[in-house]
T-cell receptor
């Protein structure tokens, strides 16, 4: 079974630009979550999608948005990039309805904003 | 809001030393508990998990963790670390609803 796939692996963007990150979950997994990982902050929860609906949302500004498609693939968009958005963005998928499930992580997209 | 605290930010041990990493969480209800590990350049992998039952859970690579409900703790232990255990370790908690709350991580360096 293929794991969680995130593309691209690396991105360099300029302040003010926007960026879209992609995540393909493990086949059969319907829940996809996004996290921002920075040194010293650990993993900060961005949002979670289940069956194309945003089910949970973290404390990030509206510049961060996401969506999920009918095949469970998910995209995350960051508009008007700031230097502080530089981070590793992780996607995690899990099987079903969140009860007694674990999260399976992708390798992440390393975003650098210059 | 729920939070997860990992007391040790950076730990340095010699090979064969024993390891204990602390994790405390703030949530009064039922939770699922996890420890994830991130080896250099690799993705986060599950070390072990607790959903219910025996509060002492065993994971991969000789790791174990004990859930103490009264202390809201889920400490990770390993009797004898190896150089290959050098990695970052994250404690995570999920109340029902599938949102994971992660600690800030503990960086472990094992010296051969």
């Amino acid at each position: 079974k293929a794991g969680v796939t995130q593309t691209p692996r690396y991105l360099i963007k300029t302040r003010g630009q926007q960026v879209t990150l992609s995540c393909s979950p493990i086949s059969g997994h319907r829940s996809v979550s996004w996290y921002q990982q920075t040194p010293g902050q650990g993993l900060q929860f961005l949002f979670e999608y289940f069956s194309e609906t945003q089910r949970n949302k973290g404390n990030f500004p509206g510049r961060f948005s996401g969506r999920q498609f009918s095949n469970s693939r998910s995209e995350m968009n960051v508009s008007t990039l700031e230097l502080g958005d530089s981070a590793l963005y992780l996607c995690a998928s899990s099987p079903a309805n969140g009860v007694n499930t674990e999260a399976f992580f992708g390798q992440g997209t390393r975003l650098t904003v210059v | 809001a729920q939070s997860v605290s990992q007391h040790n930010h950076h730990v340095i041990l010699s090979e064969a030393a024993s390891l204990e990493l602390g994790c405390n969480y703030s949530y009064g209800g039922t939770v699922n508990l996890f420890w994830y590990v991130q080896y250099p350049g690799q993705h986060l992998q599950l070390l072990l998990k607790y959903f219910s039952g025996d509060p002492l859970v065993k994971g991969i690579k000789g790791f174990e963790a004990e859930f103490i409900k009264s202390k809201f703790s889920f400490n990770l232990r390993k009797p004898s670390v190896q150089w290959s255990d050098t990695a970052e370790y994250f404690c995570a908690v999920t109340p029902p609803g599938n949102q994971f709350y992660f600690g800030t991580g503990t960086s472990l360096t094992v010296i051969p």
